[in-house]
């Protein structure tokens, strides 16, 4: 059986759109869609529209934790109740046309045992395949380098030239392509040890064994992926990318309802980005060896005086 965690705000439509083409999917599922508190009511309309449905459960949260606390709610839920070999979490705007995606899932893992796995992720927005996100994890150097250059783009001038980018799919397109063919990245063949991204990652029961709650607790929102694969990194498990299974990613959704401004938008996500960046360097510091002073040789003078 396959879980999928849902992580719902405000976007009612969307989520109804995620869970339809879910359960036209092959196989067997159970769909936790994980309410963050949203102001308008909806999770409570989705618990009581699926209050009937034995395939899906609504949780409410009781306050917007994030990305990372808010996933960590639903696949806890998952860990505690239900019996799954595997757990789809996927953003409200994430759609899978994909009928066979389930057991081609089961396909990969039978030939490629994983902990994490990426589906080939194309954006509806700019038709940019986005997943793998890098080819490199972070390192504590490529973290302060990127929080510098986000920095840098609070600057009024550079938010406003990014957020146009942003709202425009043709010039995004073209920024993403430039960025992605510096990296080499082949969205075409299987990759290992790439991070993925985080609009839709499957973890294997294996990995929620080991840690019910994968997302690391102390961001809001954004990072996360490149996180967890740092963690990943440290504890040996094997993340796998596999374009054999696709899904398209409607980008923006629930930040374009909390945000009608672009301006406002693009700073809400320079601003997390930083805390974020904050919590990654914290993170990779506190796992480095503590460094010592280097042991200073008594002098004979010492010596004398003493």
């Known amino acids: 059986m396959t879980a999928f965690v849902i992580l719902h ?50 949780l409410l949260h009781g306050k917007n934790d994030g990305f990372a606390r808010g996933n960590n709610v639903g696949t806890r839920w998952v860990c505690e109740h239900l019996d ?6 996927l953003n409200n705007d994430v759609e899978i046309p994909q ?9 990969i893992y039978a030939q490629h045992p994983f902990d994490l796995l990426g589906p080939d992720i194309v954006s509806v927005f700019s038709g940019i395949h986005q997943s793998p996100k ?12 990127k929080r510098a250059c986000v920095a840098r783009s609070k600057n009024p001038i550079l938010l406003l030239l990014s957020s ?19 990296q080499h990245i082949d ?11 985080g609009s839709c990652v499957i973890f294997s029961r294996r990995y929620l064994a080991r840690h019910p709650e994968p997302f690391y607790a102390k961001t809001f929102m954004y990072y996360e992926m490149e996180i967890l694969d740092w963690l990943c990194r440290q504890d040996g498990s094997v993340v796998r ?8 990613h409607y980008q923006y959704v629930a930040s374009k309802m909390e945000y009608r401004s672009i301006v ?29 002073e280097p042991h200073q040789p008594v002098s004979a003078v010492a010596l004398a005086d003493a």
Not at 264 to 290: G, H, Y
């Open 164 to 182: 146009g980018e942003k709202n425009s799919p043709a010039i995004w397109r073209l920024v993403q392509i430039r960025n992605r063919k510096k």
């Open 241 to 248: 990318y596999d374009p054999s299974i696709s899904v398209l």
């Open 99 to 107: 009928h066979d995606f389930l057991p081609q899932i089961a396909r």
């Open 9 to 58: 705000y405000r976007a009612i439509d969307t989520t109804r759109s995620c869970v339809k083409s879910i359960r036209a999917l092959a196989g067997d599922k159970h769909i936790v869609i994980v309410d963050n508190a949203s102001p308008d009511g909806t999770g409570k309309q989705l618990a009581e529209e699926f209050a009937a449905s034995p395939d899906v459960t609504v």
């Open 187 to 197: 969205t075409t063949r299987p990759a290992e040890g790439v991070v993925l991204h």
């Open 84 to 89: 799954a070999d595997f757990t789809v979490v």
């Open 264 to 292: 406002r938008r693009s700073k809400f996500v320079i601003d997390c980005l930083l805390d974020s960046l904050d919590t990654a360097e914290e993170l990779i510091l506190a796992s480095e060896p503590a460094k010592t």
């Open 134 to 145: 890098t080819l490199h994890g972070c390192t504590l150097e490529s973290v302060r380098h």
